[in-house]
């Protein structure tokens, strides 16, 4: 079927919780796609920063197809060697000292909601002490509970009652955090560097006084770290930037190469209150995804594509600032590593729409921020690339 017949189909089976784009992309490589009529696109998008990898990493591809020939499931109640490799991954190279698996972004963050409020009740044996502050502009995920975290009304209108025990703080402003901490509130939770809101970049000492702060009140500090951990800012994790060590933080979209995965890790004695039957997942860190985590992790750290990341933000960064020089639309040009945001002045939707017509995948946070978050492995030939179409997109708009 070409993309024409599939879109059609898509109309009359799919649900349209998406404003999807008219694309069709059924193959995949480094950072390149092709659709279904064999077109060629450069990816700017990785899947939401999923793809850190790349499409199709050859180490990723070679674990899945080996893992699924030996065991592609087994049960919790069992224990599972590449779970377990994958725990001892993320623990040494973090933080942290005990990991929990489920299968998405907003189920790890559920897992850090559920895990920040029965540690805080019983460690200070008070049962109002459940309340979780988090920022404004934030994105936390789909589901019930992170919907409620997740501070935007925009992600909330419609599904109210929402879960009591959230309020919300604007972004780096350590003022009114602390303003804000009340003797119910049992944690903090946010972004290191906001992704959904527009590419946000907190000041440099804003987490070092959040930590004061949490730390004064007794409070867990968690990390969400969905989107920007994962070596996508040239570190590991993001928080390794601000000089602060979290309590809890969680991960997904990166951390299986593409295999849907969500992690929640944690220092031991908050790990301890997740006791046997308190939290579980059926597919939570199953053999398969588990495998594509470890070889997802080995590439970044064996490959130097931390050192990559860092690189080509670099020039990503530069090569967005030249465009910022010439055309006055572009109001600021942000980021760490390949989390890079370009702030424009008027919405930025259109471009998107020139791009796919260019073949260049872009894509937009908050309306008016072009958000890149390109595979780390994408080569400096490529940025050219995609800079040349954006350049001949702003020309056209001026
Ligand atoms: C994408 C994202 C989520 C939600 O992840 P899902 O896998 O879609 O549930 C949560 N937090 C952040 C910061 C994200 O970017």
New binding site residues.
């Given amino acids: 079927m070409n993309a024409a017949q599939w879109i059609e189909k898509a109309d009359k089976y799919i649900m349209k919780t998406y404003g999807r784009y008219p694309l069709v992309p059924v193959r995949g490589e480094g950072c390149r796609l092709w659709d279904a009529d064999g077109m060629e696109y450069l990816d700017f998008l990785a899947g939401?920063?999923v793809n850190n990898l790349g499409h199709c990493h050859p180490r990723v591809v070679a674990a899945l197809q080996a893992q699924a020939a030996e065991m592609i499931h087994c049960s919790n109640y069992y224990h599972i060697p590449n779970q377990i490799a994958l725990a001892e991954l993320l623990c040494t190279h973090s933080f942290a000292d005990k990991a929990f698996f489920c299968n998405?972004?907003?189920?790890?963050?559920e897992a850090a909601i559920k895990l920040a409020r029965k540690y805080s009740r019983e460690k200070y044996g008070d049962p109002e002490r459940y309340e979780i502050i988090t920022a404004l502009a934030?994105?936390?995920?789909?589901?019930m509970a992170?919907v409620s975290a997740t501070g935007q009304e925009k992600v909330q209108k419609f599904f109210d009652p929402l879960l009591h025990g959230f309020s919300y703080v604007p972004f780096n402003d350590a003022e009114a955090l602390a303003a804000a901490v009340s003797p119910r509130t049992c944690a903090v939770m946010f972004?290191p560097i906001?992704?959904?809101g527009g590419v946000v970049v907190p000041s440099v000492d804003y987490f070092r006084k959040v930590r004061e702060i949490c730390d004064r009140h007794g409070l867990l500090l968690i990390f969400?770290?969905?989107?920007?951990g994962m070596g996508r800012t040239g570190k590991l994790f993001a928080y390794e930037h601000f000089d602060v060590t979290p309590d809890i933080m969680?991960l997904?979209?990166a951390l299986a190469g593409g295999a849907?995965i969500?992690a929640m890790l944690a220092k031991d004695d908050i790990a301890a209150s997740f006791t046997p039957g308190t939290h579980g997942s059926t597919f939570g860190g199953n053999p398969l995804v588990t495998a594509a985590g470890i070889a997802s992790i080995r590439a970044l750290l064996e490959d130097g594509l931390l050192n990559r990341a860092e690189e080509m933000g670099e020039y990503l960064l530069g090569e967005l600032e030249r465009l910022q020089e010439k055309y006055a639309i572009i109001t600021d040009v942000r980021g760490i590593g390949l989390m890079i945001g370009m702030e424009l002045s008027v919405p930025a939707g259109d471009i998107v729409v020139k791009g796919l017509e260019r073949g260049v995948l872009l894509n937009v946070a908050q309306d008016k921020v072009l958000r890149f978050v390109p595979p780390l492995v994408v080569t400096k030939q490529e940025v050219n690339e995609m800079i040349a179409v954006l350049d001949g997109i702003l020309e056209e708009m001026k």
Avoid: I, Y
Wanted: proline letters at 3%; aromatic letters at 4%; hydrophobic letters at 30%.
């Fill in positions: 939401v920063a998405s972004g907003a189920e790890a963050n934030s994105f936390h995920g789909r589901t992170t972004e906001q992704g959904e969400d770290e969905v989107q920007v969680t997904a979209k849907p969500g």
